[in-house]
């Protein structure tokens, strides 16, 4: 059975690779509809308030830099919670102004469009193709 789902799933790989190279290319438009800037951070405070990954890590990665000596633990929690919070969020501003920016600039670019659409099919099909040399 585990076969059956293994070769379907290379063989939908596949066909991704093939629409990839084959899909006409057309000019990108901006989306109508653009989000404003609060309706965008509400977004992505409730994506990282629900996302057990980042609660993991934090109750993971934090507490061994916390001392007892040093006084309240709950309080060194928060501090260096939020420490890491700004940091997080100087990284992410970073990354959406510069990627905006350069999507701007690469989705009118058609032989950089060409180049990653080849490369993206290129990728599907060796993920199929490890799918199907795969060793149980």
Do not use: H
């Not at 990282?48 to 060194?76: C, H």
Request: charged share 15%; hydrophobic share 55%; glycine share 8%.
């Amino acid at each position: 059975f585990f076969d059956i789902i293994r070769y379907v799933g290379a063989g939908y790989l596949l066909w991704i690779a093939y629409l990839t190279l084959t899909t006409p290319m057309s000019a990108l438009k901006p989306d109508a509809t653009q989000r404003g800037i609060f309706a965008a951070f509400r977004d992505g405070v409730l994506v990282n308030l629900f996302n057990p990954k980042i609660i993991v890590f934090i109750f993971a990665f934090l507490p061994p830099f916390v001392r007892p000596e040093n006084g309240s633990p709950l309080l060194q929690l928060f501090i260096l919670g939020m420490i890491f919070n700004a940091g997080g969020t100087a990284v992410n501003c970073a990354v959406a102004v510069f990627s905006g920016k350069i999507g701007e600039a690469l989705s009118t670019n058609m032989s950089f469009r060409k180049w990653f659409s080849r490369v993206s099919a290129g990728l599907f099909v060796l993920l199929a193709a490890r799918l199907v040399l795969e060793r149980k």
